[in-house]
């Protein structure tokens, strides 16, 4: 028998890794500890939405006549509707998570169509009615997939990415011009160009491919907006050395690496909160904590009734940048509800004493509200 333990998987850097190391290093080395994963609807929607547009190229139809219509509508819906409970069984057994809203449903469907409309767009059929759409359209379609959901990855092995779609562009003789690689965006759509970090991203997809395919014929990128059915190309020099520089500098260490606070880092989005102290002294110094509608604390719990929510909370101050917290002797009436009221109960069920973090409370009420969005965990920042 082999015991010898697993060679380590080697350090790869991806353009969301990049985003977040350029946010802030702290933000990146911290999700590299194996901190609880956070579940989000959005983003359980967007893999819906992406896996079942992947699962209609790659239905097998052989058994269908190219004539036939009618089929695409329904085999739209039994792809999306497996994929969404595929996703509310995975987000339902992430601890940190808010509640699951099916109400979101509507809006997966209608990002799906649009997906399938930018798919016929790219055959010349924008306007094809989806349940007009014959056997033989879609096999075309199925032709000029080149790769549906593949992992790139540079021949070191050292720069990666996931690659959405794979197209070919071509002539009207049928013959290939180009390759386009295609990412789906279930976000909100660029008013005009794509934000630099997507165009970054986007770019190093194509550069990747370009790396491990030097034959390849011209390629283009463009994200596909399913919200919008806006298709924004990423045009620009080739990102790899910039690439390889972060990666060189995002090796991972022991110790944490810079934080860089402030209102672009943390005052956007950073799920690693309850383990950073230095968003809650930035907070503290520049005279912003609980300054916003929703905002971040660290609190002492002194009671709760289980049956309505009500809470009494002690928010605390920084001592400094370590984060130990200091109780302010202030006492604020709060209302724990849904998921919000669940957690709490789980982390004194499991016995937490001392500071937690509650992330995004809404505060512009006399009686805070800890609600089913919001994160509530203990405060254990990491001491660096
Ligand atoms: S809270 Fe701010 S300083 Fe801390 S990791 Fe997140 S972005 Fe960086």
Redesign the pocket.
């Known amino acids: 028998m082999d015991d010898e333990a697993p060679a380590p998987r080697p350090h790869r850097l991806s353009p969301s890794a990049w985003n977040r190391y350029e946010?802030?290093?702290?933000?990146h080395?911290?999700s590299r500890q194996r901190l609880p994963r956070k579940a989000g609807m959005a983003a359980s929607l967007g893999t819906a939405v992406h896996a079942s547009i992947e699962d209609l190229l790659n239905l097998d139809l052989d058994s269908k006549s190219p004539d036939e219509r009618g089929w695409l509508v329904k085999a739209a819906d039994a792809c999306l509707k497996a994929r969404w409970e595929e996703e509310k069984a995975v987000f339902l057994s992430t601890p940190r998570r808010p509640a699951w809203s099916e109400k979101k449903w509507p809006d997966a469907v209608k990002q799906q169509r649009n997906g399938i409309t930018m798919l016929l767009d790219h055959i010349g059929q924008r306007q094809h009615p989806h349940d007009e759409v014959t056997v033989g359209l879609w096999r075309r379609l199925q032709a000029q997939t080149l790769a549906v959901e593949g992992e790139l990855v540079t021949n070191d092995g050292r720069l990666m990415g996931r690659l959405d779609l794979l197209l070919a562009d071509v002539d009207e003789q049928g013959r290939t011009t180009g390759w386009l690689v295609a990412d789906l965006k279930t976000g909100r759509p660029p008013k005009a160009s794509l934000k630099p970090e997507v165009n970054r991203q986007l770019r190093m997809y194509r550069d990747i491919l370009l790396a491990n395919n030097p034959e390849a014929p011209p390629v283009r990128t463009e994200g596909w907006y399913t919200q919008s059915t806006g298709k924004h190309a990423a045009e620009g020099p080739s990102v790899l050395e910039e690439a390889y520089a972060a990666w060189q500098a995002t090796q991972p260490t022991e110790v944490p690496l810079e934080?860089?606070?402030?209102p672009d880092?943390?005052g956007?989005f950073?799920?690693?909160?309850a383990?950073?102290?230095?968003?809650w002294w930035?907070r503290h110094e520049s005279g912003t904590l609980h300054r916003e509608d929703f905002a971040d604390t660290v609190v002492l719990l002194h009671e709760l009734d289980p049956s309505t929510g009500a809470a009494v909370l002690e928010p605390c101050e920084p001592l400094d940048a370590s984060g130990r917290a200091i109780p302010t002797g202030q006492h604020v009436a709060a209302r724990f509800d849904g998921r919000g009221l669940e957690v709490v109960q789980t982390l004194l069920s499991e016995g937490h004493q001392g500071p937690m973090f509650l992330g995004s409370v809404m505060m512009n009420r006399q009686v805070w509200r800890i609600g089913p969005w919001c994160d509530v965990l203990p405060w254990s920042p990491v001491s660096a």
């Open positions: 946010t802030c290093p702290r933000m080395w911290l934080p860089t606070p402030g880092s943390c956007g950073c799920d690693w909160k383990w950073c102290s230095h968003w930035w």
